[in-house]
């Protein structure tokens, strides 16, 4: 039995999503969402979002018990990038691109006690 859940085009740039899902990657989805309410970072808070909703899918569609679900996989991928300029001096401008972020989350159920 898996879950997943899938949040696209983020606005936020991957590199600092995947600094928050090192963080809850192979751990319980209690523990994760306890982990995830104290990071001080906008990447948690999109993150805890994903994880409710893959919790819920699971509830729903598996019916499976929660407390034994653990994050057996977290993808985060880069998204479609924005791209716009910036005005500079003497007429000339720099490219800003804006990157956007898909995160998937895939949650499993551990059936011995001891992990």
Known sequence: MEARAVSRH?????????LVADLIRGKRVDAA??????????AARLM????KSVIANADSR???????LYVRR???DGG????????????????LRKRTSHITIVVDER???GA
Request: overall charge positive; hydrophobic content about 40%.
């Open 74 to 76: 977290i993808t985060v």
């Open 33 to 42: 969402l306890m982990i995830l309410d104290f990071v001080p970072k906008k």
């Open 10 to 18: 983020l606005r936020i740039s991957p590199t600092k999503v995947r």
């Open 48 to 51: 805890t979002k994903t994880l």
């Open 80 to 95: 479609a990038t924005l791209k716009r300029f910036l005005p500079r001096a003497h007429g000339r401008a720099t490219p």
């Open 111 to 113: 059936n011995h006690k």
């Open 62 to 68: 598996e019916r499976v018990d929660v407390d034994k």
